[in-house]
């Protein structure tokens, strides 16, 4: 019998003392990051804040946000790693990339302590998620410069599961680990997980029949999707999981528990999170259904130490206790600020509308994709849509309508449906695209 935490310790923790060893840790990194890097020197001389500034954890929101943007700027300044890094290179083990969605990539350095700690998150995350000593687990993420790869094969085989490195774009050999290995758990995202199914049916077999009792997502939102976790649960009979990570913070933070009501935040000790309003960048309290945009702060890291770093990542947050015991607060990513679209006054996240799509299953596939003629976040309405009808084709006037209606209703804005045959959007291997952007292709 194994136990129902990794770190027992840690994961239920009583969040007065949580509270008290962030204070701690956050006043040492603070004045850590202050001289060893010249990013932040100047940043907060320019803001006039100082180390010793903080005598309370609130007292972080007098120093300034760090952007993505600033990060890669910073690495122009003074490649590879930035002026924001604060350890020389000889001192780091590895270096990750971001996806670089933005069209430039940028670069993450570990010291050996840095993997540590992130080895030692990454496995309450996935232990959280159901792993154990005796779990096999195939990789279906990309193993190489993505930080979603080696950390967690580091995890896996820290908890002493075993690890199956496959990663994208050999389903084949998915397949035949499944049946030669009798692998139980897949770790790869959403979207993954249904082209993976659809590849297993388009070979005349069932992806139900094969063996597999878990699927643990990440990467980008639709495992914590109500309509998509329904779907990839149908296509496999197997329990669906979803975890919270990010190359610039840590590659998996929160994982959700067996009882699947949001993403348990595993790092404490190593990282402060806050919630703001993406628009004043206010601070909001932590509370039950608090939404805005999450903000990080390393208060235990070597290298590329970051303060008040904006995620970009929508989420909302839940303190209230949860029956599996681990005291850190639940969070689930519900968009991407920055693809968060505004339809007269309304914000509309493309997760959202997968979600109401896909309750329309089996009369669509659940595949759909927004339809964007000029650049947002602002968009005309009617916000234009694209889904795949089922293979029953039906009444697809009605279909169409019902869906409209439902969006409508449910997410308080004017669509604009277009149903196309079963296979005419793209599947994806890695992250899914659910926006289309037609500008671009004029």
Not at 33 to 56: C, L, Q
Not at 118 to 138: A, F, L
Request: with cysteine; hydrophobic share 35%.
């Amino acid at each position: 019998m194994f136990s129902n935490y990794f770190n027992e310790e840690a994961e239920t923790m009583p969040l007065s003392e949580i509270k008290d060893l962030q204070l701690a840790k956050l006043k040492k990194q603070l004045a850590y990051v202050y001289e060893n890097s010249p990013f932040y020197r100047k940043k907060f001389d320019e803001a006039g804040v100082k180390p010793h500034n903080i005598n309370r954890l609130k007292d972080l929101e007098l120093f300034p946000f760090t952007t993505k943007d600033e990060l890669r700027d910073s690495q122009k300044q003074a490649p590879p790693l930035g002026l924001h890094a604060a350890q020389p290179l000889d001192n780091i083990i590895r270096i990750h990339a971001s996806s670089g969605t933005t069209g430039v990539p940028s670069f993450v350095g570990i010291t050996a302590r840095d993997r540590d700690i992130w080895t030692e998150v990454v496995s309450r995350c996935y232990y959280s998620e159901g792993v154990r000593p005796n779990s096999k687990v195939i990789m279906g993420f990309g193993i190489g410069f993505f930080v979603g790869g080696l950390p967690l094969h580091d995890a896996i085989e820290n908890i002493g599961a075993t690890f199956i490195p496959i990663g994208t774009g050999a389903s084949d050999r998915i397949l035949s680990s499944i049946d030669n290995i009798k692998a139980d758990i897949i770790t790869c995202t959403p979207s993954y997980a249904i082209y993976l199914a659809d590849y297993i049916r388009k070979l005349g077999r069932d992806p139900r029949e094969l063996g597999i009792k878990r699927i643990m997502c990440g990467a980008e939102p639709g495992g914590g999707v109500p309509g998509v976790r329904k779907r990839i649960e149908e296509d496999w009979g197997a329990t669906v999981t979803e975890s919270l990570g990010n190359a610039d913070i840590l590659p998996v933070y929160a994982a959700e528990c067996e009882e699947r009501s949001g993403n348990h935040f595993l790092g404490h000790e190593y990282l402060y999170l806050e919630v703001i309003d993406p628009d004043t960048g206010e601070a909001l309290e932590l509370e039950d259904g608090v939404t805005g945009e999450l903000v990080a702060t390393h208060i235990d890291r070597d290298c590329v130490p970051l303060v008040r770093f904006r995620t970009r990542d929508r989420v909302t947050v839940w303190t209230s206790p949860c029956s599996c015991g681990r005291t850190g607060f639940r969070v689930r990513c519900i968009g991407r600020t920055d693809d968060m679209l505004i339809v007269l006054g309304v914000n509309v996240f493309p997760s959202a509308i997968k979600d109401v799509v896909s309750g329309f299953r089996p009369r669509v596939t659940g595949e759909m994709q927004v339809v964007l003629d000029q650049p947002g976040p602002k968009v005309e309405p009617p916000l234009k849509i694209r889904v795949e009808h089922g293979t029953d084709n039906g009444d697809l006037k009605q279909l169409k309508k019902e869906i409209e209606n439902a969006l409508r209703e449910k997410l308080i804005f004017s669509p604009l449906v277009e149903l196309v045959p079963p296979g005419t959007l793209p599947r994806y291997e890695m992250k899914g695209q659910l926006i289309y952007k037609a500008y671009e292709q004029k």
